[in-house]
């Protein structure tokens, strides 16, 4: 349903609750507490390549990680999540909030940021579904965008896989590495999300899983119908 503007006020900034699933928990970063596991999991020579499209890195310690991310809370607003198992408390990868501008209920899921372990798990699919009901359902948002090097055919196929829809190609946007960058836009918006919102939960569901762990319906499959 579409949030009603008549009487629009700005939106509380996310990032600032801790998000309890089945799977997963998703909680703002505090580098003390979270750091040294944080860069355990996505950091080092078995996972340089999970940086090949994210700020910087790869980084070489946890100081270099911290001060990437401390610049980019300080000059940019990003709100850092840690993702971690729900069960073992494990932290596996990260996610930030950023372009926050809560005056108009906009906000963006980017560096998203998943170990090898994390990839293609329902601990994934649910961190990302935890950020997205907060943003809507709790802070009452109107959009929610997802943007990538336009090179990053991964990050493309998970956006659409989590409900994001394409809404265009941002030409020659930014220089980074000493490349060209073009930059691809995609939203869900607050009319989007209850379809969105119900397939995440219809595939997160234990019926969803055979007694391998596998999925019977695909995430994609479920919004579709």
């Not at 910087?56 to 001060?67: D, F, K, R, S």
């Not at 990437?68 to 990260?94: D, P, S, Y």
């Not at 997802?146 to 020659?172: H, M, P, T, V």
Request: glycine share 8%; net charge negative; with cysteine.
């Amino acid at each position: 349903m579409t949030v009603d503007i008549a009487n629009w006020q700005p939106c509380e900034r996310p990032g600032r609750a801790i998000l309890r699933g089945s799977y997963a928990v998703v909680a703002p970063l505090v580098f003390s507490t979270h750091g040294e596991d944080l860069f355990a999991a996505i950091c080092g020579e078995a996972a340089d390549e999970i940086w090949t499209y994210l700020p910087g890195g790869p980084y070489g310690n946890p100081v270099e990680l911290e001060a990437m991310l401390t610049l980019a809370q300080n000059q940019h607003g990003w709100e850092t999540m840690v993702i971690r198992c729900a069960e073992t408390a494990e932290v596996l990868g990260m996610a930030s909030y950023m372009r926050n501008r809560e005056e108009h209920g906009s906000t963006e899921v980017g560096c998203v940021t998943f170990s090898k372990k994390l990839q293609r798990s329902r601990i994934a699919t649910e961190a990302m579904y935890l950020m997205a009901q907060h943003v809507f359902d709790d802070l009452g948002y109107r959009r929610y965008e997802w943007k990538c090097n336009d090179l990053n055919a991964a990050s493309k196929q998970a956006a659409i896989r989590f409900g994001f829809l394409y809404e265009g190609l941002f030409r020659n946007d930014m220089i980074r590495d000493g490349q060209s960058r073009d930059t691809a836009w995609y939203a869900m918006i607050d009319s989007d999300w209850p379809a969105v919102k119900r397939a995440f939960e219809i595939w997160l569901s234990p019926d969803n899983f055979d007694e391998e762990g596998l999925q019977r319906r695909k995430l994609a499959d479920i919004r579709d119908e």
